[in-house]
């Protein structure tokens, strides 16, 4: 078995388009509409996805007969991974990572919920700087033969350690980079997403409210 596990919006349904050689179609979300990276499933967290039943899952991937990649919102920790083949891991642990994540995540769907935009002025910033401490929790490493540990970050960048374990440059990877053009806009440190992050990580650590100046 092979399994890629990802937070979601950190590129599980592009890894498994790049590994399995196959080009989907992009879902009304913003994110990669591919059969295989749903195929293992079995939930997800409006943060990260630590707390599942470890026996549902495999049951789960027990019924699927491919040798494709498949995805999973699972972190991989509590795993028999002696039992796979391979599991790419999809990390947050970086800052950059999760900043990433959050904006991915304002962009693709926050920004056009219907029951995000009806709300206005005050209320949307709070709204969204609360949403935000979802994204602060990491997605973390796991240390085992079978894992291969990728930043989110080195994904969106194309950075070699990325660009090496797919190996191809495909229409898939330049089909996702415009879609989320956002990502590589030069003021993307600066913007409101970003700065609703860094607000959340500001009341996160101090354990009060933000306070405007």
């Known amino acids: 078995m092979k399994l890629v596990c990802f937070p979601h919006y950190t590129c599980g ?23 295989q990276h749903n195929l293992a499933k079995i939930g997800d967290s409006d943060s990260v996805f630590y707390n599942y039943d470890v026996d549902q899952l495999m049951q ?12 999973t919102h699972c972190w991989p920790g509590p ?28 962009h693709l769907y926050y920004s056009h919920s219907v029951p995000w935009l009806s709300q206005h002025e005050q209320l949307r910033v709070d709204k969204e700087r609360e949403t935000a401490k979802n994204y602060l929790a990491a997605f973390d490493p796991v240390y085992h033969p079978q894992v291969i540990n990728i930043e989110f970050s080195e994904i969106v960048e194309q950075q070699l350690s990325f ?20 990502l590589y806009d030069q003021d993307l440190w600066s913007s409101t997403a970003a700065v609703r992050f860094h607000e959340a990580e500001l009341e996160t650590q101090l354990a009060t409210r933000y306070v405007y100046q």
């Open 13 to 35: 349904g592009l890894l498994c388009d790049l590994l399995n050689q196959k080009i989907s179609k992009t879902g009304k979300n913003g994110g990669v509409n591919n059969t």
């Open 60 to 71: 789960r991937l027990a019924t699927v007969k491919t040798q494709d990649w498949l995805g």
């Open 79 to 106: 795993l028999p991974l002696d039992k796979f083949d391979q599991i790419i891991n999809i990390t947050t642990a970086t800052h950059r990572s999760r900043l990433y994540r959050w904006v991915r995540a304002y």
């Open 163 to 182: 660009m090496s374990l797919v190996n191809c440059h495909s229409d898939a990877l330049v089909q996702w980079r415009s879609t989320n053009s956002f």
